[in-house]
């Protein structure tokens, strides 16, 4: 439903990093309180379901809405909801008594709970699945270098090294493109990974490989760019929103790339100029990407008659 694919976008937006997008995405639902165990319940149901860097983003998220959406009394109030609901959600995931003990011990080891609240869970008649959950959490807090070891409860594939890998996998799969021009292998790559909130990777990393080729065959290799990105925005592969986010990074980033391609602010320029004569990138989001300090040219589009548009 909705609320689930706001929920699912606010995870993905932490797991890109993009904390104010992920607690608007989840604040826009005006949630009260008491319903907020639901939330956490449902968020962690789905990283279970999913990526160990998926977990580690929902570890974070659980942390950076405490105190913010979530009160501290309320996060404890959340967890015992979680902790009711093992007994269900072990139904499709067998490992879940001990994954929620890795939530339960981590949100301690993040200050977002107090120690004592595993003692005060004794009180509670919780199901004996979820008493297993909180003893692997006591067993976990009790261990040597339990901080250090807790703070990494997910593993070498958390998010910061799951994000390096697709970084690279996307990278790979964009220049075995500009060797062999072949798009549908790209949108059949692209479905496997499965990485929808990431795609504004594939266009930063496209664009900056066509500033990254020799001047003189910059146009060359920024077309072949183009008609990728035209062709997996036409297949639905890449959203408007990943687009423009991607547009935006390379935006962001010019002054650090341009140490490394010294003409990178004018080959992005040239290449946004022919994203809009080719009627790939609206004027509307040509003016989202760049600052509005940029100085501003005209030009006249191609196909559109002679009309003047007004471009950065």
């Known amino acids: 439903d909705l609320f689930r694919h706001s929920l699912s976008s606010g995870i993905n937006a932490e797991y890109g990093g993009e904390l104010e997008e992920c607690i608007t995405a989840i604040g826009t639902?005006?949630?009260?309180?008491?319903?907020i165990g639901d939330v956490l319940t449902l968020a962690v149901s789905m990283a279970l379901e999913s990526s160990a860097g998926k977990r580690e983003a929902c570890?974070?998220?659980?942390a950076d809405l405490y105190g913010r959406l979530v009160e501290p009394k309320f996060m404890e109030d959340a967890f015992l909801v979680l902790l009711k609901q093992i007994p269900d959600l072990v139904l499709?995931?067998?490992?879940?008594?001990?994954?929620?003990?890795?939530?339960?011990?981590?949100?301690?080891?993040?200050?977002?709970?107090?120690?004592?609240?595993?003692?005060?869970?004794?009180s509670f008649d919780l199901?004996?699945?979820?008493q297993k959950a909180v003893l692997h959490a006591s067993s976990l807090l009790t261990m040597k270098l339990a901080m250090s070891k807790i703070s990494n409860i997910w593993g070498v594939e958390g998010l910061d090294t799951e994000i390096k890998y697709y970084?690279?996998?996307?990278?790979?799969?964009?220049?075995?493109?500009?060797?062999?021009?072949?798009?549908?292998?790209?949108?059949?790559?692209?479905?496997?990974?499965?990485?929808?909130?990431?795609?504004?990777?594939?266009?930063?990393?496209?664009?900056?490989?066509?500033m990254e080729q020799r001047v003189a065959e910059f146009k060359t290799y920024a077309q072949r760019i183009i008609d990728l990105l035209q062709y997996l925005g036409k297949a639905s592969i890449i959203t408007t929103d990943q687009f423009e986010k991607g547009f935006k990074r390379v935006t962001d980033d010019l002054p650090e790339l341009t140490l490394?391609?010294?003409?990178?602010?004018?080959?992005?320029?040239?290449?946004?100029?022919?994203?809009?004569?080719?009627?790939?990138?609206?004027?509307?989001?040509?003016?989202?990407?760049?600052?509005?300090?940029?100085?501003?040219?005209?030009?006249?589009?191609?196909?559109?008659?002679?009309?003047?548009?007004?471009?950065?």
């Not at 639902?29 to 319903?35: A, L, M």
């Not at 559109?304 to 548009?309: A, N």
């Open 127 to 130: 199901p004996k699945i979820s």
């Open 29 to 35: 639902f005006n949630i009260g309180p008491e319903n």
């Open 59 to 62: 570890s974070r998220l659980i």
């Open 167 to 210: 970084s690279n996998k996307l990278w790979f799969i964009i220049k075995e493109y500009l060797k062999s021009s072949e798009l549908e292998e790209v949108k059949m790559s692209l479905r496997e990974l499965d990485i929808p909130h990431f795609h504004h990777e594939v266009v930063y990393e496209a664009i900056v490989l066509a």
């Open 92 to 122: 499709d995931n067998p490992n879940a008594p001990d994954d929620v003990g890795k939530f339960l011990a981590r949100a301690i080891a993040d200050d977002c709970l107090p120690p004592a609240y595993l003692k005060r869970l004794a």
């Open 260 to 312: 490394d391609i010294p003409s990178a602010s004018s080959l992005y320029c040239t290449f946004c100029d022919m994203c809009v004569t080719q009627n790939f990138m609206s004027e509307e989001t040509y003016d989202k990407v760049f600052p509005p300090t940029r100085g501003r040219k005209r030009f006249v589009s191609e196909g559109d008659g002679g009309k003047v548009k007004t471009t950065i």
